[in-house]
């Protein structure tokens, strides 16, 4: 049961943490393209915060496509479950499916990867997938893995998508 009274603590952080992720974002100049051309396994532990923290990597099934595709995670446990902050390193976004407990983002791929088929799933993170086809990715996020799972905020962050995803246990 949660307490009413750290609602305002709560709040606070997220916003703080916001401005911090916003900050962050804004100021790389180096990721001009759709999504990362290459990159390895990072652990939040050794991540620089211009870095995604969680890389996964691109199965290809035809064309040139990336090695692997970023997202940065920020997750704030809470009782009862975990508030989720995720911005995908692809843009420009523009959402093309929303309900309440899943999402779509789509953008253009980087020229030199136009034709690429294929995905990038990692079960670690089994509430993010990424396709590609026809010329774009599509990042969708899907918590419905979880116990209880609401999308509280969706958004464009540097024209990357930004979710805000709330799990909770019954």
Not at 38 to 58: G, N
Not at 63 to 86: K, N, R, Y
Request: proline share 8%.
């Amino acid at each position: 049961m949660r307490l009413q009274k750290d609602k305002p603590i709560r709040r606070l952080w997220l916003h703080l943490l916001l401005v911090a992720l916003a900050g962050v974002l804004s100021g790389l100049s180096a990721c001009t393209q759709s999504i990362v051309p290459s990159a390895t396994s990072t652990t939040p532990a050794t991540t620089r915060p211009e870095q995604p923290t969680l890389i996964f990597p691109v199965q290809r099934r035809s064309g040139t496509c990336p090695t692997s595709i970023g997202v940065w995670e920020i997750l704030l446990p809470l009782e009862g479950g975990a508030d989720h902050i995720v911005v995908a390193d692809i843009r420009p976004a523009k959402i093309t499916a929303s309900t309440a407990r899943s999402l779509t983002y789509a953008a253009p791929l980087a020229a030199n990867y136009a034709s690429c088929v294929g995905q990038a799933i990692r079960p670690q993170a089994a509430a993010y997938r990424f396709e590609m086809r026809e010329g774009q990715i599509f990042f969708r996020i899907n918590p419905q893995s979880q116990v209880s799972a609401t999308i509280v905020s969706k958004q464009l962050a540097s024209g990357r998508p930004y979710v805000f995803w709330r799990a909770e246990s019954p």
